[in-house]
Nanobody, 117 residues
Framework: QVQLVESGGGLVQPGGSLRLSCAASGIIFDFYTMGWYRQAPGKERELVATMSRYGNTLYGDSVKGRFTISRDNAKNTVYLQMNVLKSEDTAGYYC???????????WGQGTQVTVSS
């Protein structure tokens, strides 16, 4: 059974930082592109960042220079370091795993990030 379990969300003030984690099980982690997406109320889900099995990264325009994705293949975990948080970063953040051939696509349950003073 595939599980993606996110953690690290919470309430933070504008300008603050958070680090999200997503622990994967039930997949061969090395074979997957791992990513983070977010969805705010009333808005569509959008790309935050992805990292391929080879370490190639892709970021959404709104987070470039502030967020950093990384992965630890030994721990089957992907991270999202979020710095200089803004109120518009408030959303549910979802972990995603896509196998390199595109054959499988999995989602976590999400973790809430709220940026507010």
């Amino acid at each position: 059974q595939v599980q993606l379990v996110e953690s690290g969300g919470g309430l933070v003030q504008p300008g603050g930082s958070l680090r999200l984690s997503c622990a994967a099980s039930g997949i061969i982690f090395d074979f997957y592109t791992m990513g983070w997406y977010r969805q705010a109320p009333g808005k569509e889900r959008e790309l935050v960042a992805t990292m391929s099995r080879y370490g190639n990264t892709l970021y959404g325009d709104s987070v470039k220079g502030r967020f950093t994705i990384s992965r630890d293949n030994a721990k089957n975990t992907v991270y999202l370091q979020m710095n200089v948080l803004k109120s518009e970063d408030t959303a549910g953040y979802y972990c995603n795993a896509v196998r390199s051939d595109g054959a499988h696509d999995y989602w976590g349950q999400g973790t809430q990030v709220t940026v507010s003073s």
